[in-house]
């Protein structure tokens, strides 16, 4: 497998250019898709997995009774600290378990360094906070996919459905009438 190079930003490709303005000049709140979800830090960790399955969503924020952001609770945190552990789901806090005082962002940061934190810190998740430290949104690797695939669809989303046959030259794209 060939190793992906990365852009120059002294010479970059077309399609290169577009994604480095696009991560420097955009707002990360720009990729955001709803309001955050938060919970207190007396909730358990069923609670807190009850709200991942209904919401279909990798994270929780915890606010504490000030509302500002104390930590976060990911499906990593699920893995890595609670299963495999005889615990009482019903009872156990989630504040024992979730990760203390997460970086963040603010809104109006730009996307890349949304990215710089995903990268360097190997996070999946960023909370998004005012600058209370209240929080107001996440954004995901899966939010940051979308964005890219935002900016070149027709690249993305005309693929042929397997990647190890070529497209039919018989069929067409449309349907027939």
């Known amino acids: 497998m060939a190793e992906a190079q990365p852009l120059d ?3 970059p490709s077309v399609g290169g250019e577009r994604i480095l303005k696009a991560i ?3 707002p ?8 955050a979800v938060t919970i207190g830090p007396e909730a358990t960790i069923q609670e807190a997995v009850e ?10 924020l915890v606010s504490g009774a000030d509302g500002k952001l104390a930590g976060i609770f990911t499906e990593r945190d699920l893995l890595n600290r609670v ?13 024992d378990y979730m990760t203390r005082d997460p970086e963040s962002l603010r809104p109006d940061d730009r996307i890349v360094w949304a990215l710089n934190l995903m990268h360097v810190g190997g996070y999946r998740h960023v ?5 209370q430290n209240r929080p107001v949104g996440v954004v995901s690797v899966k939010d940051i996919v979308s964005f890219l ?23 067409s794209g449309g349907g027939e009438d």
């Open 24 to 26: 420097t000049t955009e």
């Open 51 to 60: 709200c991942l399955q209904e919401k279909h969503i990798g994270c929780v």
């Open 83 to 95: 299963a495999g552990r005889r615990l009482d789901w019903r009872s156990v806090r989630i504040a």
């Open 9 to 11: 930003p002294d010479e």
């Open 127 to 131: 909370p998004l906070v005012d600058p």
């Open 149 to 171: 695939v935002e900016l070149f669809p027709a690249a993305v989303l005309n693929l042929p459905p397997d990647p190890h046959r070529a497209p039919d030259p018989t069929l």
């Open 28 to 35: 990360v709140s720009s990729l955001v898709q709803g309001p």
